[in-house]
T-cell receptor, first 114, second 109 residues
Framework: GAVVSQHPSWVICKSGTSVKIECRSL??????MFWYRQFPKQSLMLMATSNEGSKATYEQGVEKDKFLINHASLTLSTLTVTSAHPEDSSFYIC??????????FGNGTRLTVT | DAKTTQPPSMDCAEGRAANLPCNHSTISGNEYVYWYRQIHSQGPQYIIH???NNETNEMASLIITEDRKSSTLILPHATLRDTAVYYC??????????FGQGTELSVKP
């Protein structure tokens, strides 16, 4: 149980375009999902907390207008990287869990902006 | 959430036990110790967690000292597929998982 699916697993886009990444909890309902970013040879950095039916909470230094998060249902959260630039190229990972249970992670999305 | 300290890297021979230490001297009474690992280019994988008592599951054992200031993750028979970065995190239930640098475990044949 507790499977988190992320789509796409990789994406290449041109500078200035927007990219949407989906995170789904397949066999449970997640009231909270988390979005992380990871640069090469670095640890995961928490970007934001996504709450179903309400606005996301962003960590300090993360631009909310650039990284749009929508948590429209208990099984789906999306992260849209708007007006992507090469410095946004990174590995984006989501996680989800139920109350009092460990968080489980998707397999990540490798974004390359050319 | 309490800060944790782990060695940056460790080696282990295939088939032997891998013992990964973690210090969390400022952990509070209601913070759990969680262990995750990340195999290259994948999302982190949950391994085990505990509060006070030692825990064991199909993946590993977690030994927490009586004063809760440190813990050890034990992989009883390491295989090459256990090569990964292992993260020890202290947090409250429902809290945010904040990752440190972890320990890069290399299992060698």
């Amino acid at each position: 149980g507790a499977v988190v699916s992320q789509h796409p697993s990789w994406v290449i886009c041109k500078s200035g375009t927007s990219v949407k990444i989906e995170c789904r909890s397949l066999d449970f309902q997640a009231t909270t999902m988390f979005w992380y970013r990871q640069f090469p040879k670095q640890s995961l950095m928490l970007m934001a907390t996504s709450n179903e039916g309400s606005k996301a909470t962003y960590e300090q230094g993360v631009e909310k207008d650039k990284f749009l998060i929508n948590h429209a249902s208990l099984t789906l959260s999306t992260l849209t990287v708007t007006s992507a630039h090469p410095e946004d190229s990174s590995f984006y990972i989501c996680s989800a869990g139920m109350r009092e249970s460990p968080l489980h992670f998707g397999n990540g999305t490798r974004l390359t902006v050319t | 959430d309490a800060k944790t300290t782990q060695p940056p890297s460790m080696d282990c021979a295939e088939g032997r036990a891998a013992n990964l230490p973690c210090n969390h001297s400022t952990i509070s009474g209601n913070e759990y110790v969680y262990w995750y690992r990340q195999i290259h280019s994948q999302g982190p994988q949950y391994i085990i967690h505990g509060l006070k008592n030692n825990e064991t599951n199909e993946m590993a054992s977690l030994i927490i000292t009586e004063d809760r200031k440190s813990s050890t993750l034990i992989l009883p028979h390491a295989t090459l597929r256990d090569t990964a970065v292992y993260y020890c995190i202290a947090l409250n239930q429902g809290g945010k998982l904040i990752f440190g640098q972890g320990t890069e475990l290399s299992v060698k044949p």
